[in-house]
């Protein structure tokens, strides 16, 4: 097993996807995170990487595993490089 902590992000940072994000940072990850509006000033504090848009969001993942709901499709697009428009 290596030193280096595991990284990855969510997409949706409200009742479930901050959840998943405080359970993890609480367990030793790393995460980038990519919602709209806000993101939750604890989440900050305990040090999520906030993007503001899906292309700051896949520059700031080491490799492009996505899953997400439906609504999130522009930024699995955009991870797969598939941008249309």
Do not use: N
């Amino acid at each position: 097993m290596t030193d280096r902590p595991h990284r990855f992000g969510i997409v949706g940072l409200g009742r479930m996807g901050g959840g998943l994000a405080r359970h993890a940072i609480e367990k030793g990850f790393q995460l980038a995170g990519l919602t709209q509006g806000m993101v939750p000033a604890d989440l900050l504090a305990a040090g999520l990487q906030e993007t503001r848009s899906p292309e700051a969001f896949c520059a700031a993942l080491p490799r492009r595993i996505v899953s997400c709901r439906p609504y999130a499709q522009e930024g699995v697009d955009v991870c797969r490089g598939d941008r249309r428009g």
